[in-house]
């Protein structure tokens, strides 16, 4: 029914500001029913970080900020929803207007700085449905002016590691000053290693994954995936938004500061993705994010090294239909390759995409 309806959807969202759209998207899925997905093909499912996942398409974080709808999100067809990222404390993020859509080239850029309503809130959500099933991570952050960053990010175990399927330590938006910088060698070290002694005071074993930004020098990247291994996280996102422009971005808002996500993304984190996945040889998973808008793009990730992958700018043009469309194109794929599960296809095309570079 919304696949249907989502030409005119489409054009009501797009005729309103960005974020005010998103909004009505976010109450529409709190008050609308939704009937139950269909079953998912039984060679999609992934095991990954100790979790089933009943297929391999997930929504990023970013979109369900502070945990309001992550059983809607599932009801979609996701085989797993990311909630955040949630900081300790509430706070307002960036002035307004910080979402600019770029419709000639499916991209957006962001600015938004952690908008959120704080652990509290959400915290009170997620108790609401335990017991549930389905597979909900939690997107950890750290307050703009937090003293001691890494802090938040161990509190953010403390509360979230009971309630969540996994934890995401998010140090690689671009809209925080300086909170890059935990990237480097010495600061990731000490950030990991509080995180992992947080999660071993709740004497829950909540899998913890890192995500990574994609404009890393390959050195940088290196380190990073060193101490990532060496602390023992469960597992890597790459990527998030980049702060770089490639050439031939279309739209009136290209030149706005923020994060650019969508397909103008999709060469350099999947790019960054297969650097990664040579750097971890198979010891942890990979979550692949940016750019991802058809199967196609799905299967490039998982092709160049992710076990999983996530979406969300290409829900804005493309709408929640896209997430049937990639399962269908992924079944397609195991059957034209005579494949019972997508674990052959990871990390084939690792070597060449890592080859080609990121592009312009």
């Not at 039984?42 to 059983?71: E, I, M, S, T, Y």
């Amino acid at each position: 029914m919304i696949g249907m309806a989502w030409p005119l959807m489409r054009a009501v969202l797009h005729g309103m500001d960005a974020e005010r759209a998103h909004d009505l998207t976010l109450a529409a899925l709190e008050s609308v029913p939704l009937p139950a997905p269909q079953p998912d093909d039984a060679r999609l499912a992934v095991h990954a970080f100790g979790l089933r996942f009943p297929n391999p398409v997930g929504l990023a974080a970013g979109f369900d900020k502070d945990a309001r709808v992550p059983d809607r999100i599932l009801r979609l067809g996701f085989g797993f929803a990311e909630c955040g990222s949630i900081t300790p404390l509430p706070q307002p993020g960036n002035p307004k207007p910080r979402v600019f859509r770029l419709p000639g080239s499916e991209g957006a850029i962001n600015r938004l700085g952690f908008n959120n309503g704080g652990h509290d809130a959400a915290r009170a959500r997620l108790k609401l449905r335990a017991g549930r099933p389905g597979i909900v991570g939690i997107n950890i952050g750290a307050n703009k002016n937090a003293a001691d960053r890494a802090a938040d990010y161990a509190a953010g175990v403390r509360v979230f590691a009971a309630l969540a399927s996994y934890l995401t330590v998010n140090i690689s938006s671009p809209n925080t000053p300086g909170l890059r910088d935990l990237q480097g060698r010495a600061a990731l070290d000490d950030l990991l290693a509080r995180v992992l002694e947080a999660r071993a005071e709740t004497g829950v074993n909540t899998p913890v994954l890192l995500k990574l930004a994609p404009d890393l020098a390959l050195e940088d990247l290196d380190d990073a995936v060193d101490v990532a291994l060496k602390r023992g996280v469960d597992g890597l996102i790459v990527s998030n938004t980049t702060i770089t422009r490639p050439e031939g971005l279309q739209g009136a808002a290209f030149t706005e500061q923020g994060g650019l996500s969508g397909a103008p993304l999709f060469r350099r984190a999947t790019w960054v993705l297969a650097e990664t996945a040579r750097r971890v040889e198979g010891k942890v998973p990979l979550v692949g994010v940016g750019g991802i808008n058809s199967a196609e793009t799905a299967l490039a990730k998982i092709r160049a090294g992710a076990s999983l992958v996530q979406i969300y700018t290409a829900l804005t043009y493309r709408g929640p239909g896209l997430v049937a469309d990639i399962k269908s194109g992924l079944s397609a794929a195991l059957v034209r390759d005579k494949l019972d599960s997508l674990a052959p296809l990871v990390g084939r095309d690792m070597d060449a995409v890592a080859k080609e570079g990121p592009g312009v």
